[in-house]
């Protein structure tokens, strides 16, 4: 199959378990259920785009592993030209969508991140792990799998190590070894796009020691594997209809695993603790370089979406050009720094291609920042309409008593009609303070660990040594010893 279509993809969805819960209730149907039919119609549109010739060259690729062409989402990351593709599908996606198309983000990283690993793993300890992840690999190629990447876990008390944590659920881990596989339970928050997915792929939370060892897990199994329930956060399609929906989201999810079975050849770490850093190190490195084209995507459609808000409201664009322009400088900033982590990167042995960690770890900083200027320019742009709670609902407009009325008072532009200033303005709310907003602060991690990982790699001394011998400085000048 390897190319897999919008039809295909929605029957795979039909045939799955039920096991999503979203507002109290069982999802049925994913594809229609007003509650999740939303993110199903953003990961649609990747395979609508994978099999339109105009799009192809950005969503497909040739397998490094069979030749065949594929879903580039599934394949191996073996260049930095291929880690730029990367990047280019995500803003394309963004562009596309307004925000994350996750099925083919966080898994497909996943996948990379433990090639290396495992490849590392076996030559150091004798295991098998890089063979399983191998045939893995080409089965999701080959079925155009779409595949959640579980990385943060519910953690518990920030305080306490996952080995010492009252519930040991509030991580994923391993509560039993078996001869044909093992049993794993705990949580994995806030997972994008996880329920329309076909598969899960869980890494390690974090870097662990011998006494976490049981935290230091790595799998991948079917989305409706027997002992999953997955829960939707998020409230777009909550009781909204018309223009307050908007048709693609991005809905993350909580992971329950309760005693879940995972057979020997889905398993690609057990245990091995001194491997789990290694793996939180590549992801990374390699989720946080390409990041920046997330939000520059993003930024791409509020660029448009303040330009729809000037026109609707009776005004030519030019006296914002200079905004407009400030907004495209802080798409390009994370985009191009991206870029460079990519291209500052090194080929591991595997044949895998890993990102610059201090430049991937810069650019996560100021994805944890700019972004959040944009959306304020944005909505400065706008007017105070695309502000939360300043726009009447859909239904209120479309009622035949008072509907006509709002639609009276909404009307602006003699060129353009009250409904294309709401859309606007909702479109508008929804990119800079709704849901839409993708996780610029936390998404990947929290900004603050980015800047831990900055200064480790920055050395500062070295760059004491560089000012001195410019200056002519002979003395070495230190901090002044602690004072007793």
């Not at 990367?86 to 990379?112: I, Q």
């Not at 994995?188 to 329920?195: E, F, S, Y």
Request: proline residues 5%; neutral net charge; charged residues 25%.
């Amino acid at each position: 199959m390897a190319l897999k279509t919008r039809e295909q993809y929605y029957a795979d969805l039909r045939a799955m378990r039920p096991n999503v819960y979203k507002s109290g209730k069982l999802i049925t149907d994913l594809v229609s259920d007003p509650l999740t039919k939303t993110l199903v119609e953003n990961q649609a549109r990747a395979y609508d785009y994978s099999n339109d010739p105009e799009f192809a060259p950005i969503m497909t690729t040739k397998s490094s592993l069979t030749g065949n062409t594929i879903h580039r989402w599934n394949s191996l990351v073996q260049s930095a030209e291929d880690l730029m593709a990367n990047a280019n599908l995500k803003r394309f996606m963004y562009r596309k969508t307004g925000t994350c198309t996750p099925g083919t983000c966080v898994g497909w990283n996943a996948l990379n991140t433990m090639w290396g690993t495992t490849y590392d793993m076996d030559k150091e300890l004798g295991t098998n792990y890089h063979e399983r992840l191998k045939k893995w690999a080409i089965y999701a190629e080959e079925n155009g799998l779409m595949v959640a990447g579980c990385l943060t876990d519910a953690k518990g008390d920030r305080s306490l190590s996952a080995g010492k944590q009252p519930d040991p659920d509030s991580n994923v881990h391993v509560k039993e070894v078996r001869p044909d596989g093992i049993i794993v339970s705990g949580v994995k928050c806030m997972i994008a796009g996880a329920a329309a997915c076909h598969e899960i792929f869980v890494l390690p939370g974090s870097g662990y020691k011998e006494a976490d060892a049981d935290f230091a897990v790595s799998f991948v199994v079917p989305r409706d594997a027997e002992g999953i329930t997955i829960v939707q956060c998020g409230a777009n399609g909550d009781g909204r209809e018309g223009w307050d929906v908007i048709e693609t989201t991005c809905q993350s999810s909580y992971i329950f695993f309760e005693d879940v079975f995972v057979p020997n050849d889905r398993v690609f770490m057990c245990r091995e603790y001194k491997y789990s850093g290694v793996a939180i190190t590549r992801f990374t490195a390699n989720y946080r370089s390409p990041i920046g084209a997330c939000v520059a995507g993003q930024g791409d459609v509020m660029i448009g979406a303040a330009m729809l808000m000037a026109r609707a409201n009776g005004l030519s664009i030019k006296p914002f050009q200079d905004k407009l322009v400030d907004m495209a400088l802080k798409n390009e900033l994370t985009y191009g720094l991206g870029l460079g982590a990519m291209l500052a990167g090194s080929k591991h042995e595997s044949g895998i291609w890993y990102a610059d960690s201090k430049l991937a770890h810069a650019n996560k900083y100021y994805v944890a920042t700019v972004p959040y200027e944009t959306k304020r320019i944005c909505q400065d742009i706008g007017g105070g309409i695309v502000e939360t709670g300043c726009l009447p609902n859909y239904k209120d407009c479309t009622d035949p008593v008072i509907g006509p009325k709002i639609m009276k008072a909404l009307k602006a532009s003699v060129n353009y009609s009250a409904e294309t200033r709401a859309r606007a303005a909702r479109l508008t709310e929804w990119l800079t303070l709704g849901a839409g907003v993708p996780g610029c602060m936390h998404g990947g991690g929290s900004p603050d660990g980015a800047r831990m990982v900055v200064r480790a790699f920055t050395p500062f001394e070295e760059y004491r040594k560089y000012a001195a011998a410019v200056a002519g400085i002979t003395e070495d000048v230190v901090d002044p010893a602690p004072k007793k």
